[in-house]
T-cell receptor, first 112, second 117 residues
Framework: AQSVSQHNHHVILSEAASLELGCNYS??????LFWYVQYPGQHLQLLLK??????LVKGIKGFEAEFIKSKFSFNLRKPSVQWSDTAEYFC??????????FGPGTRLSVLP | GAVVSQHPSWVICKSGTSVKIECRSL??????MFWYRQFPKQSLMLMAT?????????EQGVEKDKFLINHASLTLSTLTVTSAHPEDSSFYIC?????????????FGEGSRLTVL
């Protein structure tokens, strides 16, 4: 069975700091990769997704993620975080025909 | 993107009662919807896959008789927590699969917070 791990449970940054959230998955076949964000009191929203092509994917709000197949990783990055980025971030993997598998989530707190 | 709505967003009930949560896809048809449960500070755990017109597929460890799922139309799935107990208190989230053309992306509802007293 596939699984998804996220490196950090809770990350605390000051505004303007750079962000990188780690995500690794275990599955040897072709996968779709996603990052979802859950702002306080709101529902899950898609930040970005990778299906094929350029392994560097750009999403909304200045986020990007890089798929490194050899490392089974899909790390999320943002060069300069804002207070409004405070949220829970979930990495998810879906291989064709299978259900989504979510990582445990990383809580990001950005200090003003 | 596509919109999925859940109702109610917050419900408090007494132990032993049943609670129904609705999940609707507002601007697309979804033959498949998913129900998740999210415990505080934890990730989403898939409970069951709801297929329109057929029985739901439950994940291992999820009680079918406890969590009744009905997917009567292409835009509506319901989750009924029967004889609820305090340990059923949780955040329940649904998602819907718009099918072809969306490359496996799911769209999520706002979630429903259940508190059982």
């Amino acid at each position: 069975a596939q699984s998804v791990s996220q490196h950090n449970h809770h990350v605390i940054l000051s505004e303007a700091a750079s962000l990188e959230l780690g995500c690794n998955y275990s599955y040897g076949g072709t996968v779709n990769l996603f990052w979802y964000v859950q702002y306080p009191g709101q529902h899950l929203q898609l930040l970005l997704k990778y299906f094929s092509g350029d392994p560097l994917v750009k999403g909304i709000k200045g986020f990007e993620a890089e798929f490194i197949k050899s490392k089974f990783s899909f790390n999320l990055r943002k060069p300069s975080v804002q207070w409004s980025d405070t949220a829970e971030y979930f990495c998810a993997v879906n291989n064709y025909g299978q259900n989504f598998v979510f990582g445990p989530g990383t809580r990001l707190s950005v200090l003003p | 993107g596509a919109v999925v709505s859940q109702h109610p967003s917050w419900v408090i009930c007494k132990s032993g009662t049943s609670v129904k949560i609705e999940c609707r896809s507002l601007d697309f048809q979804a033959t498949t919807m998913f129900w998740y449960r999210q415990f505080p500070k934890q990730s989403l755990m898939l409970m069951a896959t709801s297929n329109e017109g057929s029985k739901a597929t439950y994940e291992q460890g999820v009680e079918k008789d406890k969590f009744l799922i009905n997917h009567a139309s292409l835009t509506l799935s319901t989750l009924t927590v029967t004889s609820a107990h305090p340990e059923d208190s949780s955040f329940y989230i649904c998602s819907a699969d718009p099918g072809k053309g969306e490359n496996g992306e799911l769209f999520f509802g706002e979630g429903s917070r259940l508190t059982v007293l």
